[in-house]
């Protein structure tokens, strides 16, 4: 398997394809980019239900007969992501060294995980540097590669949904720390899970999958209204005027919850006396739900905005832009996983 963790490369390869795959709970997204020496243009993607052929999707963005390969992603329990500092050492070193010191950082044992690190940051204080490290159970990698491959496409990066998502924000907003240096939080909503990353100068410090999502919002409405979950989804998606408020009470409750995971990681960051999280970027198709942010910044305290994962992309001609911009904050993922060849 390739390097689990996403780099984003200094500089752009010549006119190179590649495909970023997000295979979620509810919905599979495709992203097809072409990278030049001084452009990065989107020049394919789709987004079906979960239900649909994983190989139909692919199709629509990239000919399986063009032996390209696919970047995919994981997530969840089976996936984890620490920061650690090491010693300060040389990327050779990290290599060897990391096997054994992972174990002490990471709840499965080093024999069921591929494994990978990565320096994040060589010259803390005391000769340390600090590693992301990062660890997914062989099951859930060979599960996935086993379902790429089985509808005719070769894997070349196997990455963590959160990693893609910083990596694509940090592409986008390379100096979006504050004059106050506050830290920024990246919050993506998808269907059952719940993608959190606070970064500190555009550097990740803090990961964490959480399975309060919009799966659990839906359910809410479903349980107020009386409604089987299918008619709540629809109703969460477009709400009935005249259901506006019991829908929003519904959601209200388990955003709360949410809310509290993300205040227990806040306040954890916050406690090793770095800065504090200023700002929180909002993305996922659970996001678009009608008041959400205005909820979150009512539970939380703190500014939330939507941002745009197409602020440094050109758009391809062929591209259909109004499917494309009501769709945007679903594709963060793999629109990170297609970065990390470019």
Same mark, same amino acid.
Do not use: C
């Given at each position: 398997?390739? #390097?689990?963790?996403?780099?984003?490369?200094?500089?752009?390869?010549?006119?190179? @394809?590649?495909?970023?795959?997000?295979?979620?709970?509810?919905?599979?997204?495709?992203?097809?980019?072409? !990278?030049?020496?001084? /452009?990065?243009?989107?020049?394919?993607? +789709?987004?079906?239900?979960?239900?649909?052929? %994983?190989?139909?999707?692919?199709?629509?963005?990239?000919?399986?007969?063009?032996?390209?390969?696919?970047?995919?992603?994981? !997530?969840? /329990?089976?996936?984890? @992501?620490?920061?650690?500092?090491?010693?300060?050492?040389?990327? !050779?070193?990290?290599? /060897?060294?990391?096997?054994?010191?992972? &174990?002490?950082?990471?709840?499965?044992?080093?024999?069921?995980?591929?494994?990978?690190?990565?320096?994040?940051?060589?010259?803390?204080? +005391?000769?340390?540097?600090?590693?992301?490290?990062?660890?997914?159970?062989?099951?859930?990698?060979?599960?996935?590669?086993?379902?790429?491959?089985?509808?005719?496409?070769?894997?070349?990066?196997? +990455?963590?949904?959160?990693?893609?998502?910083?990596?694509?924000?940090?592409?986008?907003?390379?100096?979006?720390?504050?004059?106050?240096?506050?830290?920024?939080?990246?919050?993506?909503?998808?269907?059952?899970?719940?993608?959190?990353?606070?970064?500190?100068?555009?550097?990740?410090?803090? !990961?964490?999958?959480?399975?309060?999502? $919009?799966?659990?919002?839906?359910?809410?409405?479903?349980?107020?209204?009386? @409604?089987?979950?299918?008619?709540?989804?629809?109703?969460?998606? #477009?709400?009935?005027? +005249?259901?506006?408020?019991?829908?929003?009470?519904?959601?209200?409750?388990?955003?709360?919850?949410?809310?509290?995971?993300?205040?227990?990681?806040?306040?954890?960051?916050?406690?090793?006396?770095?800065?504090?999280? $200023?700002?929180?970027?909002?993305?996922?198709?659970?996001?678009?739900?009608?008041?959400?942010?205005?909820?979150?910044?009512?539970?939380?305290?703190?500014?939330?905005?939507?941002?745009?994962?197409?602020?440094?992309?050109?758009?391809?001609?062929?591209?259909?832009?109004?499917?494309?911009?009501?769709? &945007?904050?679903? %594709?963060?993922?793999? %629109?990170? %996983?297609?970065?990390?060849?470019?």
């Amino acid at each position: 398997m390739k #390097n689990i963790l996403s780099k984003i490369k200094d500089g752009l390869s010549k006119d190179r @394809i590649s495909t970023g795959v997000d295979i979620g709970s509810a919905q599979i997204k495709a992203v097809k980019i072409k !990278s030049s020496k001084d /452009q990065i243009e989107l020049v394919g993607f +789709d987004i079906e239900p979960s239900k649909f052929d %994983l190989g139909e999707v692919l199709r629509k963005v990239l000919d399986p007969h063009s032996g390209l390969p696919v970047n995919i992603s994981v !997530s969840g /329990q089976q996936s984890v @992501i620490r920061y650690v500092n090491f010693p300060r050492m040389s990327d !050779s070193e990290l290599k /060897q060294a990391l096997k054994f010191e992972a &174990q002490k950082h990471i709840p499965f044992s080093v024999s069921e995980v591929n494994l990978d690190g990565y320096i994040l940051k060589d010259n803390l204080p +005391d000769n340390k540097m600090l590693v992301l490290v990062a660890a997914v159970k062989k099951e859930l990698v060979n599960q996935r590669l086993k379902l790429v491959e089985g509808v005719g496409y070769r894997v070349d990066v196997v +990455d963590i949904d959160s990693i893609a998502l910083v990596n694509l924000f940090n592409f986008n907003n390379p100096f979006v720390a504050s004059e106050e240096k506050k830290a920024v939080a990246l919050l993506n909503i998808g269907a059952s899970t719940a993608n959190l990353n606070i970064l500190d100068e555009g550097i990740p410090r803090l !990961s964490r999958d959480m399975h309060i999502a $919009g799966n659990a919002f839906t359910q809410k409405i479903a349980d107020i209204l009386s @409604i089987e979950f299918a008619e709540a989804e629809k109703l969460k998606i #477009n709400p009935d005027p +005249d259901k506006l408020n019991k829908i929003k009470a519904g959601a209200e409750s388990a955003l709360a919850n949410l809310a509290g995971e993300i205040r227990t990681s806040f306040d954890y960051y916050e406690s090793q006396g770095t800065s504090t999280v $200023g700002k929180i970027f909002l993305s996922g198709g659970s996001a678009k739900f009608t008041g959400l942010k205005d909820m979150l910044e009512h539970f939380l305290n703190i500014e939330v905005e939507e941002w745009d994962p197409l602020r440094q992309l050109k758009i391809g001609s062929n591209i259909d832009l109004p499917k494309l911009k009501a769709v &945007q904050g679903e %594709l963060v993922v793999a %629109l990170g %996983l297609a970065l990390h060849n470019s």
